[in-house]
């Protein structure tokens, strides 16, 4: 695995900094050029946690993934840059203040000054770290914060309308091979949100560009345009807007 190339993969300059500044942008250069995705949960490709099959299929073939594959990599290439990092677990809320599967998101704590939140896994989300102080961060998504609940336990918010909260996380460390068995349950579960359609989204400098089922929607700044597609167009789409050729 090369950091080297896992860098040109999203058109990042590798810096001798371990800096803010830097974690901020190699987290929105991140975000701008790999997608979000489940086509291997929708087409039956088993997903296993290691390592070097991740940087195989996002950083050689050009491919996107969920949490536990986008992450761990991001995680993964800080550390190697000289970062102190390390995953995390989340457990997210549903749109209707229910939970997801406990502690089934993967996501990513780094240390600098102060421990930040930095998460390249979960869709349409914040593109900045996120300190655990309650400050507020904007950004073409959104303005977000993260609240304390108890010594160890925290909320990613999001303001709509008020704070609502995206997931819940615990700031200790967490290794791959713990998340087994929520990986297993995300591709394999009819209660996964992942094995309901197909789902590709990536962030764009003015907004984001989802293609879910046979939606494509693209979200430029306050408008947002949706059009029905067929199916025999998702590859096109899918190399068109994301890169990706299945």
Not at 90 to 96: H, L, P, S, Y
Not at 180 to 188: D, G, H, K, L, W
Request: hydrophobic share 35%; aromatic share 10%; proline share 4%.
């Amino acid at each position: 695995m090369s950091k080297e190339v896992y860098l040109a993969r999203f058109h990042a300059e590798k810096r001798n900094d371990v800096t803010l500044d830097y974690l901020r942008y190699l987290q929105e250069q991140h975000m701008l050029q790999i997608p979000f995705e489940n086509l291997d949960v929708m087409y039956k490709t088993p997903i296993v946690l290691d390592m070097t099959r991740f940087y195989e299929k996002i950083a050689e073939r050009h491919r996107g993934g969920f949490c536990y594959e986008l992450n761990s990599l991001f995680c993964w290439l800080l550390t190697e840059l000289g970062f102190k990092a390390h995953l995390i677990a989340g457990t997210v809320q549903k749109e209707d203040g229910s939970w997801a599967l406990k502690e089934s998101h993967a996501t990513t704590l780094v240390h600098l000054d102060q421990p930040y939140l930095t998460d390249v896994g979960f869709g349409d989300s914040v593109r900045k770290p996120i300190p655990l102080t309650g400050e507020t961060v904007e950004d073409v998504s959104g303005v977000y914060r993260v609240h304390q609940l108890d010594d160890i336990t925290y909320d990613l918010q999001k303001h709509e309308n008020g704070w609502k909260t995206k997931y819940r996380f615990t700031i200790e460390e967490k290794l791959l091979e713990q998340f087994a068995p929520m990986c297993e349950f995300n591709q394999i579960s009819p209660h996964s949100p992942f094995t309901k359609t197909n789902l590709t989204t990536i962030a764009t400098k003015t907004g984001r560009i989802t293609l879910s089922g046979v939606t494509l929607t693209i979200t430029n700044g306050e408008k947002k345009e949706k059009q029905e597609v067929s199916e025999k167009d998702i590859p096109a789409l899918l190399q068109t807007h994301f890169h990706i050729s299945l």
